[in-house]
């Protein structure tokens, strides 16, 4: 199982990133994806889940209206959209298959002017 995370970066407040989890090795059509943020000392959230078959589950409060989790079954992978950033927002991303018991390596976001 290999989940491969691409798409951090730095990036001013109110700007938009799309990151991309790629994986491999497991059923991703049937599985629950999902995607976590972990800032400098501050406990690792969960802010996104995806099913096997695309419903969405409730994002984090602090990422409502301005995130979305998407996934593409033929690619193999999950996405999230971000949009409206905000210096809070400024953390490593890791991608998680939590029925394989998966993390990916994570990609940095950094939000900041």
């Known amino acids: 199982v290999q989940l491969v995370e691409s798409g951090g970066g730095l990036v001013q407040p109110g700007g938009s990133l799309r990151l991309a989890c790629a994986t491999s090795?497991?059923?991703?059509?049937?599985?629950?994806m999902m995607w976590y943020r972990q800032a400098p000392g501050k406990e690792r959230e969960c802010v996104a889940r995806i099913s096997g078959v695309g419903s969405l589950g409730n994002n984090a409060d602090s990422v409502k209206g301005r995130y979305a989790i998407s996934k593409d079954n033929a690619k193999n992978t999950v996405y999230m959209q971000m949009n409206s950033l905000k210096t809070d927002d400024t953390a490593v991303y890791l991608c998680?298959?939590?029925?394989?018991?998966?993390w990916g390596q994570g990609t940095q976001v950094t939000v900041s002017s």
């Open positions: 998680n298959a939590p029925y394989r018991n998966a």
């Open positions: 090795g497991f059923a991703f059509s049937t599985n629950v």
